[in-house]
């Protein structure tokens, strides 16, 4: 029974390496497929596609960083087990180029944790001037839309002076005040009494179009807040990981003469 042990794992082993390297490389080539297709087809003058591009990355960055971090490992044991064979040079060993992909994946990352930024700067004040458009689009279309109503109740109330029973009616249903009527003979305080319900309304839905502004505004930067801080900081931290695994891997390949 005690001679079987040393047989059972010494088979373990060498199946945990090759699971090792094989998940890790899988994990790091479907992860590097992911950014091709991602940066296809580029639109770097575009910030939205640029917000899109850097926060996909970031969110995926995880994915090859776990990928090196399982093939080294993978190394690791078939060392461990001493069955790794010798590498006459660095360019040969697959853990080489794990560290140099982790470095340049490392530096990458710090750019996009700047560039993102700078993106989230350039969107927000994007979205901010589109709010300030729907805004003054909002009031221009509120402007036409009151003068049409001060026009159409001139003539409906022209009609109504010329009908004392409509006119009453009208007054007694709510329709129209009681004060309408003394401008049967004024046109000048007929259209002084229109602009005044005119200019009431304006204002009341001018505030409304004004509290919405400002609602989207704080929207806008609130979300751009968020994004900034939760993508720049993700793609530092992803920095400072694969930036670590590179530079310490390389400096001892090279310290071990491998």
């Known amino acids: 029974m005690t001679a079987d042990k040393p047989s ?12 090792l390297k094989l998940v890790g490389a899988v994990a790091i080539l479907s992860a590097l497929l992911d950014y091709v297709i991602l940066l296809t087809p580029p639109n770097f003058l575009n910030p939205q596609w640029q ?7 970031v969110d995926r960055g995880i994915v090859p960083l776990f990928g090196i971090a399982l093939l080294l490992l993978g190394f690791w044991v078939d060392r461990s087990s001493g069955r790794m064979a010798q590498t006459r040079s660095l360019l040969t060993d697959l853990r080489f180029w794990a560290c140099i992909l982790a470095s340049i994946l490392g530096f990458v990352f710090l750019v996009l944790t700047f560039l993102h930024i700078n993106t989230v700067r350039l969107t927000s004040q994007e979205a901010l001037a589109q709010v300030t458009r729907e805004a003054n689009d909002a009031s221009t279309q509120l402007e036409q839309r009151l003068q049409g109503e001060v026009a159409q109740q001139q003539q409906q109330l022209q009609a109504l002076f010329q009908d004392e029973a409509l006119l009453e009616q009208a007054i007694q249903s709510g329709q129209l005040p009681e ?3 003394q401008f049967r003979d004024d046109p000048e305080g007929l259209n002084a009494f229109l602009e005044e319900r005119v200019g009431e309304a304006r204002q009341q839905i001018a505030t409304e179009i004004g509290t919405r502004r400002e609602q989207a505004e704080q929207q806008v930067r609130r979300e751009a807040i968020k994004s900034g801080l939760r993508i720049s900081v993700s793609s530092l931290l992803l920095t400072v990981g694969y930036t670590i695994i590179g530079w310490t891997g390389l400096r001892r390949l090279m310290t071990a003469g491998r």
Do not use: E
């Open 8 to 19: 059972s794992s010494s088979s373990i082993s060498p199946l945990a390496a090759i699971s």
């Open 51 to 57: 917000l899109n591009f850097t926060t996909q990355i």
């Open 179 to 181: 004060t309408v009527a």
